[in-house]
C-alpha cells in the first residue's frame, strides 16, 4: 500500500467536528504536518505537530498523533463551509529519501 | 511578503511547444520546489533546489527542464510534453531544505497539453 494514507472523503454538517485521520508506515520526520487545499489553489501549511509530542491544539484544531500505532488525525471543531477542501497529512518518511511526502488527501466537504 | 506567486495560471499547448512556467519568492527561502499534480491526487515531487543548485531530481523525464537563475525565481521549462503531462505545477519554498515540511506554496500553473 501507500507509506502515508487517508480515507479519500468525509461528509460533516456546519457546526459538527470533523475528524480526519491518516496512517503511515514508518516516519523519519521531527515534525508531521497537515496541509489544506481549496478548489484551484495551491497547499497551505494549517498546523503541525513535534513527533514527541501526543497532542496539539491550536483554535479549532487538534492534532494527535499515535506513534506507537503511527496514526495522525485532524480534529476540526465547529466546521465550516469555508472548511471544505482537501486535507493532506506530511512527513519524512524512512527510507523516502528525505522528502516531504504527501498522503493520499482526504476530501471534506461541509453541508449546511 | 509570505507569497509564492507563480505565472501563468493556465497554460495551453501543443505537443510541438516551447514554454516556461515561472515561480518568484521574496521570503528570502533557500529552497525551492516544483510539484505536478493530478486531480484529487497528492503532489509529486519533481524537483529541489537548495542554494541555487538542484539537489533533488526525482527522474522527470528531460521535456521538463529546471533553472533556478536566482535565489528568489525559479522556472521550468516545458518542450515536447505529452497530453498526460496535462496537470497543475506547483512550485514551493521554504527556509531549508534539509528534514523540513513548512513548504509555502503557490497557486499553480494549470497546464493542459493538447
Known amino acids: 500500500g501507500e507509506d502515508v494514507e487517508q480515507s479519500l472523503f468525509l461528509s460533516v454538517r456546519e457546526g459538527d467536528s470533523s475528524v480526519i485521520n491518516c496512517t503511515y508506515t514508518?516516519?523519519?520526520?521531527?515534525?508531521l504536518y497537515w496541509y489544506k487545499q481549496e478548489p484551484g489553489a495551491g497547499l497551505q501549511l494549517l498546523t503541525y505537530i513535534f513527533s514527541n509530542m501526543d497532542m496539539k491544539q491550536d483554535q479549532r484544531l487538534t492534532v494527535l498523533l499515535n506513534k506507537k500505532d503511527k496514526h495522525l488525525s485532524l480534529r476540526i471543531a465547529d466546521t465550516q463551509t469555508g472548511d471544505s477542501a482537501i486535507y493532506f497529512c506530511a512527513g519524512v518518511i524512512t527510507g523516502g529519501g528525505n522528502k516531504l511526502t504527501f498522503g493520499t488527501g482526504t476530501q471534506l466537504k461541509v453541508e449546511l | 511578503d509570505t507569497e509564492v506567486t507563480q505565472t501563468p495560471k493556465h497554460l495551453v499547448m501543443g505537443m510541438t511547444n516551447k514554454k516556461s512556467l515561472k515561480c518568484e519568492q521574496h521570503m528570502g527561502h533557500r529552497a525551492m520546489y516544483w510539484y505536478k499534480q493530478k486531480a484529487k491526487k497528492p503532489p509529486e515531487l519533481m524537483f529541489v533546489?537548495?542554494?541555487?543548485?538542484?539537489?533533488i531530481n526525482e527522474s522527470v523525464p528531460s521535456r521538463f527542464s529546471p533553472e533556478c537563475p536566482n535565489s528568489s525565481l525559479l522556472n521550468l521549462h516545458l518542450h515536447a510534453l505529452q497530453p498526460e503531462d496535462s496537470a497543475l505545477y506547483l512550485c514551493?519554498?521554504?527556509?531549508?531544505?534539509?528534514?523540513?515540511?513548512?513548504?509555502?506554496f503557490g497557486e499553480g500553473s494549470r497546464l493542459t497539453v493538447l
Open positions: 533546489y537548495s542554494y541555487e543548485k538542484l539537489s
Open positions: 514551493a519554498s521554504s527556509q531549508g531544505h534539509r528534514d523540513t515540511g513548512e513548504l509555502f
Open positions: 514508518d516516519s523519519s520526520s521531527t515534525y
